[in-house]
């Protein structure tokens, strides 16, 4: 029989993948993609739907976000499969986001994940904090979303 007990850490687990050292995408970690974006556009909050991989606000929907967001629900189901749940069992995912005063926290970000079954029940682990560790960049520029992508110049 599945115990639900073991879901409990599923949370904390994308959350700390979803800002892990691995997911490096041309300028920076997803920390710094998400920290520098929301900087630009003066948000405070923010929020990861991870079964749709999309953000709130749609401003954030940019690739290096939304490609290494659509990963985390293969962790969740992963986690589900080994302890006897079937897929579908989760039915909301969520990593919701606050960016401190940039004054006192310059590279901090607290974050908030949930899982909630088809029962209803929620599943949380409380604030996890996450860093922005390289410099600012800039999270629009179009040849730092697809470095291969070269600029014209005036011979093209």
Not at 27 to 55: E, H, I, P
Request: glycine share 6%; hydrophobic share 35%; aromatic share 12%.
């Amino acid at each position: 029989m599945p115990r639900r007990r073991n879901l409990n850490g599923i949370p904390h687990n994308i959350t700390q993948s979803f800002f892990g050292t691995e997911r490096y995408y041309t300028c920076g970690y997803m920390g710094d993609w998400l920290l520098n974006a929301a900087r630009q556009l003066k948000l405070t909050k923010a929020s990861l739907n991870v079964l749709q991989a999309s953000f709130t606000p749609t401003e954030l929907n940019i690739h290096p976000l939304t490609l290494n967001a659509k990963t985390l629900k293969e962790i969740i189901d992963k986690e589900l499969v080994a302890n006897g749940f079937d897929i579908d069992f989760i039915t909301e995912a969520h990593i919701d986001f606050q960016f401190p005063d940039l004054k006192l926290y310059r590279t901090t970000i607290y974050c908030f994940p949930y899982l909630i079954d088809k029962e209803g029940r929620r599943y949380d682990t409380g604030r996890v904090i996450a860093e922005g560790l390289e410099p600012n960049f800039d999270p629009f520029d179009e040849l730092n979303i697809y470095p291969t992508k070269s600029k014209r110049t005036i011979i093209d």
